[in-house]
């Protein structure tokens, strides 16, 4: 049961995905935990789709609405890395994820 949110099936792969490789188990309450915080991001500006991205990119076991609002913080209040540039390169190390 995924609670009071609508998620697609790709969303709802995507978590259990996300599950799997961090090798912990998607049990009812670690969803109902989930879920709520994927809301409570949400109401802070940070969709789902968004929210899974910054998951799966951070490499946590779990998601936690603070967690990607602090992670979006990094980006300077931005919603974009902050991608620096010279004549003819990216410096691939000083992009800010």
Known sequence: NWGFIELSEQQKDD???LRIAA???LT???LNTITKELEKARMAGIGF???IDIWAVRGWKAFTA???INHKGQNNG???PQRHTTANS???DSIDY
């Open 90 to 92: 990216l410096d691939l």
């Open 49 to 51: 789709d968004e929210s």
């Open 66 to 68: 603070d967690w990607a």
């Open 23 to 25: 090798k912990a188990k």
């Open 78 to 80: 931005t919603n974009q």
């Open 28 to 30: 009812q309450r670690s």
């Open 15 to 17: 978590i259990k995905n």
